[in-house]
């Protein structure tokens, strides 16, 4: 097998355009990665003030084999935040003349077009203090809660507070979470970024608010006490598997896709129908609430708005059409709680929120620092991440790389159903009377997961940022692929029956070839959603594709960006790692009717800086290796068959073995005679 050069690559500076540019010069044969600058995931981000120049990456800020061969530059620099980005010219104007790309081109993984080699000012940057007015993003992700403030004029990032957020695991395959945990964590980050605000601002320059969430995750409470019914069935909990079949069975042709149609998305344990239905018939005390008509019903955007606007007394019951897409509930086309789906799933109309546009204003925080602050966006954090990478053109594509992997791309007005296993989705509608764009969707279920499962369950990790070295300790995955269908397959396989294999092992398999292969299998799924994708679009294969735009903690990744691009055929861009999802929400808050902060059309620039990785491999090298990954899936799916016997818990199968073969063998034939008898 081919290896790919991968981890060796040369940092060169390039531009948006220069990418353009660069993958003309660079097809095949002369992937590298290409760094533009270095990246701060809690620096504030936003434009640098004309006239200045920053400073060009620190040697210290490289990863990867490369780091140990930079140069140190020659003047001693503080690190660059990522408020000091590079404007357009200086590094990019002379990456751009081609040099750098012709001199990376030799493909010797040589150390050659360093950063030190070229003559640029360096000066050092002061950033303007940021002023009002701000607009405030909370994020509540499946691991993490944040909340962020951004300077509305430039959207820079000028405070945030985060903080983790349990998920507890009472049983194989179950996920969930607190309720009040999450509602706790949301009020701490509110007031602890609102304390951190710089000198000179305070709440009162918070002009409005968005709230972006995981979605799909499931919350059911008593509107008269506020108190949850049951924990939140999270996203990736696959305990409604049951749920599914028995939905499956009353539709016509028992098929999965039945509902598609109308609610854009598969039957799947993923979605908050099924997750409904399973509270609805599992805990007594949900069925009892929605008989006396207390229970309410909500997506995590749902509980925590109700709660910030007055929960018992008087909060707000709404979502969004982003967050309400997600349900399987809602007619992805009328925006509306469709009475067919309801039916399907038997779901009380009278529990669900009213389904609002992306970016209004719905009401007021009643509570802590920002009591009186308009609340004006809400949006399902994929979505929000479309919106914070600027995605607002049909064709454009994003992927964030997270725990789970969600590729979106836009597809404007039309309500592109796929043919090929991708989500109908809404992208966003930023006010009541604005258009509805819509987005496809490849969700992976595990992606990031994976690497944290081999750093908690097989110990081979100590930090997840570890698997780049490790795994660029081996040229190749050495023939090894791994398929991580813990809660088996998503897009576009849905395969719940699906689960996770390491195969190709052979006496010679080390740790490092485990971890590339895991790696890997994150850049193949993402290539399964893009194959899937570009047939939607009626292209002929991903590599007529253009470029990928990616962000999220794990696309700090070099080598798995690399790999990306080397399995995919097409270049990888990463504009920014880091909270695409708040920025996004943020936006959306700004622009809304009332608030008129920001306009879509005149947004203030993004940065203009990204880190290119260029395929690196042969064309028959990315065939083969794609071939031989789609066996091992193959491979995977069928194995999760339904239990013989529920009854038969780990528990009581270490009971059974702990007994002697003699005794046991006595006791069944004992059981056999009285059985005879
Ligand atoms: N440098 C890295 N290389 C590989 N995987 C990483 C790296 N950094 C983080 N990850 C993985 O990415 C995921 C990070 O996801 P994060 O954004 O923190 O949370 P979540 O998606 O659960 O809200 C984790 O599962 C972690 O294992
Ligand atoms: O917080 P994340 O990144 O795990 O997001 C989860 C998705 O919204 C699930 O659909």
Same mark, same amino acid.
């Given at each position: 097998m081919t290896s790919s050069p991968a981890g060796r690559g040369v940092p060169v500076a390039v531009t948006a355009a220069l990418a353009a540019r660069t993958r003309r010069q660079t097809d095949v044969g002369v992937g590298r990665w290409s760094r533009a600058r270095s990246s701060s995931g809690s620096a504030p981000s936003g434009p640098v003030p004309r006239g200045r120049r920053a400073p060009r990456p620190s040697a210290a800020r490289l990863r990867g084999p490369d780091r140990g061969r930079r140069r140190p530059p020659a003047v001693a620099m503080p690190m660059p935040t990522s408020d000091q980005r590079r404007p357009n010219g200086g590094l990019n104007g002379r990456a751009a003349n081609g040099n750098l790309n012709g001199r990376a081109a030799n493909g010797n993984g040589g150390h050659v077009?360093?950063?030190?080699?070229?003559?640029?000012?360096?000066?050092?940057?002061?950033?303007?203090?940021?002023t009002g007015p701000l607009i405030g993003a909370l994020e509540e992700g499946t691991r993490t809660c944040r909340f962020a403030l951004y300077e509305a004029s430039t959207l820079r990032e000028v405070a945030v507070h985060c903080v983790e957020v349990e998920s507890l695991r009472p049983e194989e395959g179950w996920v969930e979470q607190d309720p009040c945990a999450i509602l706790r964590a949301a009020r701490e980050c509110v007031s602890e970024a609102v304390a951190r605000l710089p000198d000179g601002l305070g709440p009162r320059d918070v002009a409005a608010v968005g709230v972006t969430n995981q979605r799909e995750t499931t919350v059911v409470w008593d509107r008269a006490t506020g108190a949850p019914l049951h924990h939140a069935l999270v996203w990736n909990d696959i305990r409604t598997s049951r749920t599914v079949d028995g939905i499956l069975a009353r539709l016509p042709g028992h098929d999965k896709d039945a509902l598609r149609d109308l609610a854009g998305v598969p039957v799947s344990?993923?979605?908050?129908?099924?997750?409904?239905?399973?509270?609805?018939?599992?805990?007594?005390?949900?069925?009892?609430?929605?008989?006396?008509?207390?229970?309410?019903?909500?997506?995590?955007?749902?509980?925590?708005?109700?709660?910030?606007?007055?929960?018992p007394r008087g909060g707000l019951h709404i979502t969004d059409v982003t967050n309400a897409s997600r349900t399987l509930l809602m007619n992805i086309r009328t925006l509306q709680w469709d009475p067919l789906l309801l039916k399907a799933f038997d779901i009380p109309a009278d529990i669900l929120p009213e389904i609002r546009s992306s970016s209004e204003v719905y009401g007021d925080v009643a509570e802590g620092p920002l009591r009186g602050v308009p609340i004006s966006a809400i949006m399902g954090n994929q979505q929000?991440?479309?919106?914070?990478?600027?995605?607002?053109?049909?064709?454009?594509?994003?992927?964030?790389?997270?725990?789970?992997c969600f590729l979106l791309c836009n597809t404007g007005?039309?309500?592109?159903?796929?043919?090929?296993?991708?989500?109908?989705?809404?992208?966003?509608?930023?006010?009541?009377?604005?258009?509805?764009?819509? @987005?496809?969707? !490849?969700?992976?279920?595990? *992606? $990031?997961? &994976?690497?944290?499962?081999?750093?908690?369950?097989?110990n081979l990790l100590k930090e997840p940022a570890e698997a780049e070295r490790i795994a660029s300790e081996v040229s190749s995955t050495g023939d090894v692929y791994f398929v991580p269908a813990f809660t088996g397959l998503y897009a576009p396989h849905w395969r719940k029956d699906a689960r996770g294999i390491l195969c190709g092992l052979t006496q010679f398999t080390t740790k490092g070839h485990i971890v590339r292969a895991s790696l890997e299998a994150v850049c193949f799924q993402t290539r399964d959603i893009l194959e899937a994708m570009a047939r939607d679009c009626g292209k002929a294969s991903t590599e007529t594709l253009g470029e990928l735009r990616v962000d999220g903690k794990m696309a700090s990744n070099n080598l798995l960006l690399q790999l990306q691009a080397d399995l995919c055929g097409f270049p990888v861009v990463r504009t920014d790692v880091h909270e695409? @999802?708040?920025? !996004?929400?943020?936006?959306? *808050? $700004?622009? &809304?009717?009332?608030?008129?902060?920001?306009?879509?059309?005149?947004?203030?620039?993004?940065?203009?800086?990204?880190?290119?990785f260029s395929p690196s491999i042969t064309p028959e090298d990315r065939k083969a290796r794609y071939t031989k990954w789609k066996m091992a899936l193959t491979r995977s799916l069928g194995w999760a068959k339904p239990p013989k016997s529920a009854?038969?818990?780990?528990?009581?199968?270490?009971?059974?073995?702990?007994?002697?073969?003699?005794?046991?063998?006595?006791?069944?034939?004992?059981m056999m005679i009285a059985s005879e008898m």
């Open positions: 077009g360093d950063a030190a080699d070229m003559p640029v000012a360096i000066s050092t940057l002061v950033p303007s203090a940021p344990p993923y979605f908050s129908a099924l997750k409904l239905r399973w509270l609805l018939d599992n805990v007594p005390a949900v069925r009892r609430a929605v008989q006396e008509k207390r229970c309410l019903f909500g997506t995590v955007d749902t509980w925590l708005v109700w709660n910030l606007t007055g929960g929000a991440a479309l919106v914070g990478e600027r995605c607002f053109a049909e064709g454009q594509a994003k992927s964030t790389y997270r725990s789970g007005e039309a309500c592109v159903q796929s043919k090929h296993g991708l989500l109908t989705t809404v992208a966003y509608k930023m006010g009541p009377a604005a258009p509805t764009v819509y @987005a496809l969707e !490849g969700s992976v279920a595990v *992606a $990031g997961h &994976a690497i944290k499962w081999l750093k908690d369950n097989l695409k @999802a708040a920025l !996004g929400v943020a936006i959306a *808050a $700004g622009q &809304a009717k009332d608030v008129d902060l920001l306009d879509m059309a005149a947004l203030p620039p993004p940065p203009s800086q990204c880190d290119l009854s038969m818990t780990d528990k009581r199968y270490h009971l059974l073995a702990s007994i002697p073969p003699s005794i046991f063998l006595i006791s069944s034939f004992a």
